[in-house]
């Protein structure tokens, strides 16, 4: 896969500090920016804000 990929897969980190991530792709073209989304974090037990981690 090319470092130029439109569709790159990132890595979403908790910001609870549990060490928790996702993984998923995104679109560079739409999402440019880094992203933040609130997901189910198990080992928090709550939802938290996810970070996209390079």
Known sequence: MS???VRPVIKLR???G??????TRKNRRNDPDRMVI??????????VEFREDR
């Open 3 to 5: 470092h130029t990929d």
């Open 14 to 16: 908790s910001t609870a």
């Open 38 to 47: 609130r997901k189910y974090d198990p080992r928090a037990g709550r939802h």
């Open 18 to 23: 549990t060490g928790y991530t996702y993984v």
